[in-house]
C-alpha cells in the first residue's frame, strides 16, 4: 500500500515568492497533520483536519501561512509570502484515528523548504 | 501547556554498548509512542505503550511507561549502526494531536 505521499521533495525560492506544499493521505485515514521540523524547534504542530476540517490551527505561524483540505485524498499548506525562516523540513502525517485512541501517525518523507 | 523533554540531546557511542534515552513531562498522557527517524525520511512508529507501568520489547530496544504516565524511556541493549537516526517521543494529552518531544540524536559508530 502506499504511503503518505508529500511533494515537492525540495522546493528553492526567492523570499516574497508564494509557496505551496501538497500531500496525499494513505486512503482510509481520517486524520491529517502538516508538521514543521527545525533544528531549533523539533517537530512542530502547525495544523490538522478530521474528516477535511481543519479542527486545531493553533501551531500555525502567523497568517502567512493557510492550510486547506478539499477532500479526503489531498491537502495543501501555503505560505505566501514567503521569508527565510520559513526554511524547514514539512512533514505532513496522516492517520486513522487521533491520539486519543493511541493510533500511529504515518508520516510522509517531507519537504525540505529552502527560502532564500 | 504539554511539554516533553528529552534527554540526552546527543549521544554518540560505540557499537556493542547500552544506552538509554528518557522523555520526561509534567503532564499526564493517556498514551505516549516512541518514532525514529532516519535522514531524509519520516518518523517511523516503533511501539505505543498505554498503561503506567507497562514495559514493551522489540528485538533490543525496552520501552517503559512511567507508573504516573508522565515519563517513558527507551533502553537499547548493544547497540548497532543500524540504530543511528533521531529518537523522538510523542504523548497524547487530552485531544486527538500528539506532542513530540524534543528529540535525542543518536550515532553508533562501528
Known amino acids: 500500500d502506499a504511503g503518505v505521499i508529500q511533494s515537492p521533495r525540495h522546493e528553492v525560492t526567492e523570499m516574497g515568492q508564494e509557496v505551496t506544499l501538497r500531500c496525499k493521505p494513505i486512503?482510509?485515514?481520517?486524520?491529517l497533520f502538516w508538521y514543521r521540523q527545525t533544528m531549533m524547534r523539533g517537530l512542530e504542530l502547525l495544523i490538522y483536519?478530521?474528516?477535511?476540517?481543519?479542527?486545531?490551527d493553533s501551531g500555525m505561524p502567523e497568517d502567512r501561512f493557510s492550510a486547506k483540505m478539499p477532500n479526503a485524498s489531498f491537502s495543501t499548506l501555503k505560505i505566501q509570502p514567503s521569508e527565510p525562516r520559513d526554511s524547514a523540513v514539512y512533514f505532513c502525517?496522516?492517520?486513522?484515528?487521533?491520539?486519543?485512541?493511541?493510533?500511529?501517525?504515518?508520516f510522509g518523507d517531507g519537504t525540505r523548504l529552502s527560502i532564500l | 501547556t504539554q511539554l516533553l523533554e528529552q534527554s540526552p540531546q546527543f549521544l554518540s557511542i560505540q557499537e556493542g554498548e547500552n544506552l538509554t534515552v528518557y522523555c520526561n513531562s509534567s503532564?499526564?498522557?493517556?498514551?505516549l509512542q516512541w518514532y525514529r527517524q532516519e535522514p531524509g525520511e519520516g518518523p517511523v512508529l516503533l511501539v505505543t505503550?498505554?498503561?503506567?507501568?507497562e514495559v514493551k520489547k522489540l528485538k533490543r530496544l525496552t520501552f517503559q511507561f512511567g507508573d504516573a504516565r508522565k515519563d517513558s524511556s527507551l533502553h537499547i541493549t548493544a547497540a548497532q549502526p543500524g540504530d543511528t537516526g533521531l529518537y523522538l517521543c510523542?504523548?497524547?494529552?487530552?485531544?486527538?494531536?500528539?506532542?513530540f518531544g524534543t528529540g535525542t540524536r543518536l550515532k553508533v559508530l562501528a
Open positions: 502525517a496522516s492517520s486513522f484515528a487521533g491520539a486519543m485512541e493511541g493510533q500511529p501517525q504515518h
Open positions: 486512503s482510509g485515514h481520517d486524520y
Open positions: 483536519f478530521n474528516n477535511n476540517v481543519p479542527i486545531d
Open positions: 503532564s499526564v498522557f493517556s498514551s
Open positions: 505503550v498505554v498503561t503506567g507501568g
Open positions: 510523542a504523548g497524547a494529552g487530552g485531544t486527538y494531536k500528539y506532542i
